[in-house]
């Protein structure tokens, strides 16, 4: 168990991959403490009794802070900005239209792009064994992301983050998505290659990246 500083309240699970990555990185812009327990996936760390007590899911990434323990990795990110965000960090939109958006934008890039596209690429790809081997999904995934980057370019264009001048959650599961999109030499338009370049310079993106190694 790696401890962040003394004694954190606030415990998260996974290390390694994108979705590890997030929760660690949102920790990171609030700049609060926590306590990270790097088990990764398909280790058999994810299957231990005592882990399978704590998310009967058997997946990462987990958190647990004084009262609650949750799965998910929307969820997880949520939770931290509603409870510990303010303006000088990181915090939800406070106007309802702004809230909505920014919603349109997570549910569309988590259901889409996440899940829809480049999880379906990895589970029959480096995951085949689990999985089952389907090129035919693999192809239809990539043209499925690359069609939904096509979008995603479209909106970006002459913006700064996806709700114009502030950095959203969506903004920061955008950019890991991007990074999948980049290992999976996935062409990434131009408005999109600079906008992971300039969100890769956040230094808690830096310093989430360093922390979210493998074991
Ligand atoms: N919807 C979940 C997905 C979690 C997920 O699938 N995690 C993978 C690693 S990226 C995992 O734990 N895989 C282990 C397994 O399937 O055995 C989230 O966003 O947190």
């Known amino acids: 168990m790696l401890e962040q500083q003394d004694a954190p309240a606030i415990t998260?699970?996974?290390?390694?991959?994108?979705?590890?990555?997030?929760?660690?990185?949102?920790?990171?812009?609030?700049?609060?403490?926590?306590?990270?327990?790097?088990?990764?996936?398909r280790t058999g760390e994810t299957l231990t009794t005592e882990y399978t007590q704590l998310n009967p899911k058997q997946k990462i990434p987990f958190f647990k802070d004084k009262h609650i323990q949750l799965s998910e990795s929307v969820a997880i990110c949520r939770y931290l900005i509603r409870r510990y965000g303010n303006a000088a960090t990181m915090e939800s939109p406070?106007?309802?239209?702004?809230?909505?958006?920014?919603?349109?934008?997570?549910?569309?890039?988590?259901?889409?792009?996440?899940?829809?596209?480049?999880?379906?690429?990895?589970?029959?790809?480096?995951?085949?064994?689990?999985?089952?081997?389907?090129?035919?999904?693999?192809?239809?995934?990539?043209?499925?992301?690359?069609?939904?980057?096509?979008?995603?370019?479209?909106?970006?264009?002459?913006?700064?983050?996806?709700?114009?001048e502030r950095f959203t959650l969506s903004d920061l599961f955008l950019m890991t998505c991007l990074d999948w999109v980049h290992t999976y030499d996935i062409p990434m338009p131009q408005t999109l290659q600079e906008y992971r370049k300039r969100i890769a310079s956040r230094p808690a993106y830096q310093k989430a990246s360093a922390i979210n190694k493998p074991g």
Not at 15 to 37: F, S
Not at 100 to 120: F, H
């Open 94 to 164: 406070q106007d309802i239209d702004q809230q909505a958006r920014e919603e349109e934008w997570l549910n569309y890039i988590y259901g889409e792009l996440d899940e829809s596209a480049l999880y379906v690429i990895r589970r029959h790809g480096a995951l085949s064994q689990v999985y089952g081997e389907a090129p035919v999904a693999i192809e239809a995934a990539e043209k499925y992301a690359i069609r939904h980057l096509k979008v995603i370019e479209r909106h970006l264009t002459g913006k700064q983050y996806l709700l114009n």
């Open 12 to 41: 998260l699970w996974g290390a390694g991959t994108t979705r590890t990555l997030r929760p660690i990185w949102v920790a990171e812009e609030l700049d609060i403490k926590y306590a990270l327990n790097p088990i990764g996936p």
